[in-house]
């Protein structure tokens, strides 16, 4: 069974910074796109920015290029995102996503509030 478990979500001041952390089960991680999306209420999908298997980075969404960084760690089975100069309107539920052979796997979420 394939699992998607996000973490680091939180509430964070307008400026401030936060990193998101994903561990993937069940299959195989390091031959896996994994990609970071968000949804902001009443919003589509996003997507955030996404990393192949070796480390390339696929793409940033416009919104987020210069201040969120994505990477991963093969070893662990885990994706990170870190997040910079956080903005109001990066307030979201961030969805990790893997993409393996066609299939789709998502995580829950976390949710990320950028207030004062």
């Known amino acids: 069974q394939v699992q998607l478990v996000e973490s680091g979500g939180g509430l964070v001041q307008p400026g401030g910074s936060l990193r998101l952390s994903c561990v993937v089960s069940?299959?195989?991680?390091?031959?896996?796109?994994m990609r970071w999306y968000r949804q902001a209420p009443g919003k589509q999908h996003e997507l955030v920015a996404g990393?192949?298997?070796?480390?390339?980075?696929?793409a940033y969404g416009d919104s987020v290029k210069g201040r969120f960084t994505i990477s991963r760690d093969n070893a662990k089975n885990m994706v990170y995102l870190q997040m910079n100069s956080l903005k109001p309107e990066d307030t979201a539920v961030y969805y990790c996503h893997a993409w393996l052979m066609c299939a789709h796997y998502w995580g829950v979420g976390t949710q990320v509030t950028v207030s004062s």
């Open positions: 990393i192949r298997g070796g480390g390339d980075i696929i």
């Open positions: 069940g299959l195989t991680f390091s031959d896996s796109v």
